[in-house]
Nanobody, 121 residues
Framework: QVQLVESGGGLVQAGGSLRLSCAAS????????MGWYRQAPGKQRELVAT???????NYAASVKGRFTISRDNAKNTVSVEMNSLRPEDTAVYYC???????????????WGKGILVTVSS
């Protein structure tokens, strides 16, 4: 079974930085894309950033230029460096693995349990 475990969340002041990391485990052969999504109170879950196994990235307009996503294919990890944080970045951040091949077969989407990021003004 594929599991994703996030780390690195917490409380930071506006203008500060945080780095979130996520490690996938579970006899994984490959992961097509990994990424981060977030859900603020009372809002729907939204994309933050994704990165393919080839290194292609996609960012939400609201974080472009402030957040940088990276991954280590060999370790099945993905991270996002978040700079110039704003109060509106406050949310639960979820790690996602899309298109995962394991010895048991293929799975489309896996999610971490989420980690809270709070940006104070």
């Amino acid at each position: 079974q594929v599991q994703l475990v996030e780390s690195g969340g917490g409380l930071v002041q506006a203008g500060g930085s945080l780095r979130l990391s996520c490690a996938a485990s579970g006899s994984i052969f490959s992961i097509n894309a990994m990424g981060w999504y977030r859900q603020a109170p009372g809002k729907q879950r939204e994309l933050v950033a994704t990165i393919t196994s080839g290194g292609s990235t996609n960012y939400a307009a609201s974080v472009k230029g402030r957040f940088t996503i990276s991954r280590d294919n060999a370790k099945n990890t993905v991270s996002v460096e978040m700079n110039s944080l704003r109060p509106e970045d406050t949310a639960v951040y979820y790690c996602n693995a899309h298109g995962v091949a394991t010895f048991r077969g293929y799975g489309v989407d896996y999610w971490g349990k989420g980690i809270l990021v709070t940006v104070s003004s």
